[in-house]
């Protein structure tokens, strides 16, 4: 009853113990060592993954996690406005497959030659 809709996102997002936490709008500038002294404040930092424009954050605890992106959601960075929040993990390659069809997947168009590519 006392969640807002971004607190609630947040707890259901973090409620099993996600430690992990997505970096959006993040500078091609931005060094793996500037984004982990960025985030070190809020706890052990376990690891950093940056890709293109975006990365990726994973602490010990997951309430290092939670107050990093209450902590530094919107802030700049290397001059760009940092979007923060909980990673969805691997949910979003799942869905992703599924919704190409995938293994097992079926009812596309050209569904027979899918299945003599993966049995050939």
Do not use: P
């Not at 809709?5 to 996600?18: K, V, Y």
């Not at 992106?69 to 990673?87: C, M, P, T, Y």
Request: net charge positive; glycine share 20%.
């Amino acid at each position: 009853a006392r969640h807002r809709d971004s607190t609630g996102q947040l707890r259901e997002a973090m409620s099993d113990r996600n430690c992990k936490v997505y970096i959006g709008n993040l500078s091609s500038r931005a060094e793996e060592r500037d984004v982990e002294d960025l985030f070190n404040h809020y706890g052990r930092v376990r690891r950093v993954d940056l890709k293109q424009g975006f990365g990726f954050v994973e602490f010990d605890d997951y309430r290092d996690a939670e107050d990093a992106i209450r902590g530094e959601d919107g802030k700049d960075f290397f001059n760009r406005r940092l979007q923060v929040e909980a990673s969805r993990g691997g949910g979003r390659g799942r869905d992703r497959d599924r919704g190409r069809g995938g293994r097992g997947g079926g009812g596309g168009y050209g569904g027979g030659g899918v299945k003599r590519g993966f049995a050939g």
